[in-house]
């Protein structure tokens, strides 16, 4: 029976070898993990998915909270629900939004330093949201993205960007970024 776990907190690739190892504990059997992505190292990963074959019945609520139980303290499992067997959290999925924080106040904020990029000048609204236009739609984005070591594997540069917005938060500005699918380390 297929389960699906959603919104992790942290990196998921943490949790697919935390889960892979310690799985055992759930259900009394080797769980394979499969996620919906992955982050580049120092990222921030929120509402993560990711899921998992069994075929014990699992109580949710138990197994809620045991996964909880089990995982670091910077990783957490926000819901649990089982899913149609077809379900596959990375081939399912339709799409991945990236949030980045800006933050505009005159001062750095010493509790959000990690989380947003601090702005030392005025920003102009207008021309950062008429810049993120220019994303929206196909292009070619190998500008924008790290060489790959694997010289056998060609990516394909062009992506496409379905939103871009600019929303006001406490302090700043969030740029909004969604699309099914981004490059490796961009």
Not at 39 to 54: E, I, L, P, R
Not at 79 to 85: A, F, L, S
Not at 111 to 140: K, N, S
């Amino acid at each position: 029976v297929p389960r699906a776990v959603g919104n992790v907190l942290s990196q998921l690739r943490m949790l697919q070898v935390h889960l892979a190892y310690d799985g055992t504990k759930i259900s009394r059997e080797q769980l394979g993990v499969m996620g919906a992505g992955r982050t580049d190292s120092g990222v921030h990963a929120s509402d993560q998915v990711f899921h998992f074959y069994t075929e014990k019945p699992l109580c949710l609520e138990r197994t809620f909270a045991s996964l909880n139980g089990m995982l670091p303290f910077d990783i957490r499992v926000k819901t649990i629900t089982e899913v149609p067997r077809d379900f596959h959290a990375r081939f399912s999925s339709l799409g991945k939004i990236y949030h980045y924080r800006i933050n505009t106040d005159p001062v750095m904020d010493p509790f959000t330093r990690h989380y947003r990029y601090f702005m030392r000048w005025p920003m102009d609204e207008a021309l950062v949201r008429q810049g993120c236009e220019q994303f929206i739609g196909e292009h070619d984005f190998s500008a924008y993205a790290n060489k790959t070591s694997d010289k056998d594997k060609k990516r394909n540069p062009i992506r496409r960007v379905d939103r871009f917005d600019v929303v006001p938060i406490d302090g700043g500005l969030q740029l909004e970024v969604q699309g099914p699918g981004f490059l490796y380390k961009q």
